[in-house]
């Protein structure tokens, strides 16, 4: 069989002196001796465009990340005649046509649950870092400053303060556990209410979407990028979020419109805006969310840190050992299967 990857590209240098970036190119997963040795053909690159098109003309299986996406079309997927799987290395398959690849009967699922640990705790840095102006107060340390009162004028606790997470599933249940011990009162919003019993153990309360936003102080984005939550937070969703608000969105960059968050934070509406998703990514140099104000953005890595690659490294090889073996994928793992959208957190917005 032919297998082919998508992943970031690190450099032979850095690849070699960190092999534990597993999830890069060079790298290739760590899979390269296990599927040669298996007689199949395994094919990694970077490129999105052209040596991509060629390779998967011929592919059985696609490997992609959301950290450096190949946007899996429906004219791809048409022109791929054999393809039977799609494996995300890592969690969030929007990057892939999934009605698309229903329609073909292509078989789609992620390493679910690999990086939700290391997502919750960039959610809670972030929402940190913006509440304690840490990136201005960091900068005048850097510029040989001392200006405590400009710092400190927008420097604030998070205790006592209201925090919305909207998306309620493996990160967002983390968030709210590591949140809980801040002393924060919790709420989220998710189409699929937990149980009294979870909501009392996470410490959160079941709000409505349009209340969760008028009265948290903190809003933190944690559901898949969907039909339903494409742009969700537009420009009269941000600003009907409470004045002075923060919002953190690890999740997908597409989920916030990305004019309508620039005139939140020009206006003053906002506070601030952190998290590591883009749309597209890589994002080019004059994005606008690199130069809006009051702002934490990183690249997209909150769910590619080393333990993380380690994860994902290891569930892809499951993936194929199964696939190989004709045994069904990890139940959790599954997105789309036997021509339709599966997953819980994804049928939702393809089944209405
Ligand atoms: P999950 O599937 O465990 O939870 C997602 C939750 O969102 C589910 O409870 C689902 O019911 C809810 N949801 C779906 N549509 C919704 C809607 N329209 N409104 C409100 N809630 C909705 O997924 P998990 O592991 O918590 O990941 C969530 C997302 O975070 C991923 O789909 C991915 O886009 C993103 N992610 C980002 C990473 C990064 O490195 N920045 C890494 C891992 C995930």
Same mark, same amino acid.
């Given at each position: 069989m032919k297998i082919v990857a998508v992943l970031y590209p690190a450099g032979e240098k850095t690849a070699k002196e960190n092999p534990?970036?597993?999830?890069?190119a060079e790298n290739e997963l760590g899979l390269r001796e296990f599927l040669e040795g298996k007689g199949h053909e395994y094919v990694v690159m970077s490129d999105k465009e052209k040596t991509l098109d060629d390779a998967l003309l011929t592919a059985d299986v696609a490997i992609t990340t959301p950290f450096w996406p190949a946007y899996i079309t429906k004219e791809r997927i048409e022109k791929?005649?054999?393809?039977k799987l799609i494996l995300t290395a890592g969690v969030g398959s929007d990057h892939v046509d999934l009605k698309a690849a229903a329609e073909k009967g292509i078989t789609v699922a992620e390493i679910t649950g690999s990086n939700v640990v290391s997502v919750a705790e960039h959610v809670v840095m972030q929402i940190l870092v913006l509440a304690r102006n840490f990136v201005p107060a960091y900068k005048n340390v850097v510029e040989g400053g001392w200006d405590i009162a400009a710092i400190a004028s927008r420097a604030h606790d998070i205790e006592d303060k209201t925090v919305g997470i909207v998306g309620f599933g493996r990160i967002g249940q983390r968030v709210a556990m590591r949140l809980k011990p801040f002393d924060v009162k919790l709420f989220y919003y998710d189409f699929r209410r937990a149980t009294g019993a979870e909501e009392a153990t996470f410490g959160a309360r079941y709000l409505p979407l349009e209340q969760l936003l008028c009265c948290s102080d903190i809003v933190s984005i944690n559901c898949p990028l969907t039909p339903k939550t494409d742009r969700l937070f537009n420009k009269e969703r941000l600003f009907a979020m409470k004045k002075g608000a923060y919002l953190v969105n690890?999740?997908?960059?597409? !989920? @916030?419109d990305t004019d309508a968050l620039v005139s939140a934070l020009n206006a003053g509406h906002l506070a601030g805006y952190a998290g590591d998703?883009?749309?597209?990514?890589?994002?080019?140099?004059?994005?606008p969310w690199r130069s809006m104000p009051n702002h934490a953005m990183t690249t997209h890595y909150s769910g590619t840190t080393l333990e993380a690659q380690a994860r994902y490294a290891s569930g892809i090889r499951m993936c194929l050992e199964a696939f190989f073996k004709g045994e069904p994928i990890e139940?959790?793992?599954? !997105? @789309?299967?036997n021509g339709r959208v599966a997953s819980p957190s994804y049928s939702y917005a393809y089944e209405a």
């Open positions: 534990g970036l597993l999830g890069c791929a005649k054999n393809l690890t999740a997908r960059g597409r !989920i @916030v998703v883009w749309y597209p990514q890589p994002a080019p140099k004059d994005h139940r959790d793992y599954i !997105i @789309v299967e």
